[in-house]
């Protein structure tokens, strides 16, 4: 289950990072031209713009499939719905990024793109992959246990595909990532390229998706409805637990500044 939380959807992350890197270059690093100072700026602004577009849309969405979710009487058409326009938020979101890299490299000579992708750092090339709600996710081994189930019902549910299906969507997903990754490194960007990998990419966004929509079924034909309440005030307190922990170490690192 920690596998999609170390993974989450970063493409709205990794534009940010972009937009960010320009405006540092465009107060301190890079020596520039006014002209192309000019340019970089319309291109984090453009970028911004487009990104809140997509993230609005995906927070929505995502507040919809996380609803139908939680309810023990699935809501299947509502659920696909919102999955397709998660799923078109997210390409949208890799094309974006793809736009800003081919707009930067057009206003900067590749010893500049150098530098540049020296500040940006290893955040340049990241890209989005999946975000998970607490019911989004595969229940926790240790959890299925602990539930007040009979044993055929554990089984049932530990012996499902889902965990070994998810974990190969996971593997063919982080490789894609890498192979855009190396490609964006690269000042001699191929774009045909790029873009058959974030065909690639979306593919698995939308595999793993369908594969969760398929999970939610078969815990429904597993557990009665207590019984799948009671798996959610689980997930819910784990979810609860894991925020707190973040939230303390938030504190902590800004009272050591």
Known sequence: MNTLLRIKLVAILCCFVIIAAVSECLAVGLELSNDQKSRLKAIAIDARNRIGAERKTLMQERQTLHECY?????????AKKAINSITTAQNNLLHIHLDTQIKIRDVLNQQ?????RIRVGRGFGVVGTHNDAAM???????IINNLNISPDQKNSLL???FYTERNRIV????KNIRSLLGIYNSYLLD??????TIRKIHSDQRELSISTLDMQRHIRTVLN??????????????INERKKKWQDGTRRRLLRR
Do not use: V
């Open 70 to 78: 939680r309810n023990y009487n699935l809501d299947q058409y509502r």
């Open 112 to 116: 500049q793109f150098d530098e540049f």
């Open 136 to 142: 989004d996710r595969i229940p926790e081994r240790q």
């Open 159 to 161: 012996n499902s595909k």
């Open 171 to 174: 593997n063919k997903m982080r």
């Open 191 to 196: 774009i045909n390229q790029a873009k058959d």
């Open 225 to 238: 409805e207590q019984q799948f309440n009671n798996l959610r005030d689980i997930l819910d307190s784990k």
